[in-house]
Antibody
Framework: QVQLVQSGTEVRKPGASVKVSCKASGYTFTDYYIHWVRQAPGQGLEWMGWINPNSGGTNYAQKFQGRVTMARDTSISTAFLELSRLTSDDTAVYYC????????????????WGQGTLVTVSS | DIQMTQSPASLSASVGDRVTITCRASQSISSFLNWYQQKPGKAPKLLIYAASSFQSGVSSRFSGSGSGTDFTLTISSLQPEDFATYYCQQSYSVPYTFGQGTKLEIK
């Protein structure tokens, strides 16, 4: 069965960086896009960007440009999200989600999600 | 960016009720509209994709309709497990924006 398992809770000080991992199993990792979505406490969902695990290509939301890096290690079927220059506004649960198959450009929703990683930014 | 506006923001209903949630896009998104259910402390669950296509394993109580800028999610007969927050999401163009959510509560 398809599973996305994320790394654990992180606490960082303002100005620091954080790296969250998302390990995929149950399917061929390089066949499907991975998207990252975050949710601040009590707030809605915010799409951050995607990575194509096959090519390593990325597409980031403009809001995060210059501060976000999405990467993957195909040898361990794992995607990574790194966010730098953290502020208290970055306190949120960060989710990875599986998108569409990479050979198809149409995005039809995110069927599989990780369990979420809480990142707290506090001095 | 395409703005997604859901209404209502919250809704109180009873078991057995039929409820409808509306989502409006700031520009035409064809049928690239998805609906999710989220319960507290859990990841979102995909219910409907491409405006009206049922996600495998999702109850037939849930249905979606619409195209262009106006979309609806209907729950035909509310069950206790349906009380949650619902989000629409456009997947027409990046950034793939979400609506602000509709919290469905028990009356």
């Amino acid at each position: 069965q398809v599973q996305l398992v994320q790394s654990g809770t992180e606490v960082r000080k303002p100005g620091a960086s954080v790296k969250v991992s998302c390990k995929a199993s149950g399917y061929t990792f390089t066949d499907y896009y991975i998207h990252w979505v975050r949710q601040a406490p009590g707030q809605g969902l915010e799409w951050m960007g995607w990575i194509n695990p096959n090519s390593g290509g990325t597409n980031y939301a403009q809001k995060f440009q210059g501060r976000v890096t999405m990467a993957r290690d195909t040898s361990i079927s794992t995607a990574f999200l790194e966010l730098s220059r953290l502020t208290s506004d970055d306190t949120a649960v960060y989710y990875c989600a599986r998108g569409n198959i990479v050979v198809v450009s149409t995005v039809l929703g995110f069927e599989y999600w990780g369990q979420g990683t809480l990142v707290t930014v506090s001095s | 960016d395409i703005q997604m506006t859901q209404s209502p923001a919250s809704l109180s209903a009873s078991v057995g009720d039929r409820v409808t949630i509306t989502c409006r896009a700031s520009q035409s998104i064809s049928s690239f509209l998805n609906w999710y259910q989220q319960k507290p402390g859990k990841a979102p669950k995909l219910l409907i994709y491409a405006a009206s296509s049922f996600q495998s394993g999702v109850s037939s109580r849930f249905s979606g309709s619409g195209s262009g800028t106006d979309f609806t999610l209907t729950i035909s007969s509310l069950q206790p497990e349906d009380f949650a927050t619902y989000y629409c999401q456009q997947s027409y163009s990046v950034p793939y924006t979400f609506g602000q959510g509709t919290k469905l509560e028990i009356k």
